[in-house]
Nanobody, 123 residues
């Protein structure tokens, strides 16, 4: 029952910055994959950024050089720093974490999603 709570979204002008946070609760034994997704109106959800267990990162071409994904293992949190924001970045952003958790019955695999946070880039 790993739960993800997102924060940091809001309204920002083009060229501005936002930092999205995703905090995980529950007992996590290991994390296998972390990703940020976004879904704009009328469009499919797309994978924006990932960070692997080894720390390597990948980004969709449209955000390369502007977005940075990071993690804090102590806080069980993942972040998405978004700089030089553009109107086309407007979307609901979701964090996703997959891993192994601990529950009363023992270990289990989890695939948890945040509730989504709105990012609006507009003048």
């Amino acid at each position: 029952q790993v739960q993800l709570v997102e924060s940091g979204g809001g309204l920002v002008q083009p060229g501005g910055s936002l930092r999205l946070s995703c905090a995980a609760s529950g007992i996590i034994l290991s994390i296998n994959a972390i990703g940020w997704y976004r879904q704009a109106p009328g469009k499919q959800r797309e994978l924006v950024a990932t960070i692997t267990s080894g720390g390597s990162t990948n980004y969709v071409d449209s955000v390369k050089g502007r977005f940075t994904i990071s993690r804090d293992n102590v806080k069980n949190s993942v972040y998405l720093q978004m700089d030089s924001l553009k109107p086309e970045d407007t979307a609901v952003y979701y964090c996703n974490i997959r891993g192994i958790g601990w529950r009363a019955l023992g270990r289990y695999d989890f695939d948890s999603w945040g509730q989504g946070t709105q990012v609006t880039v507009s003048s």
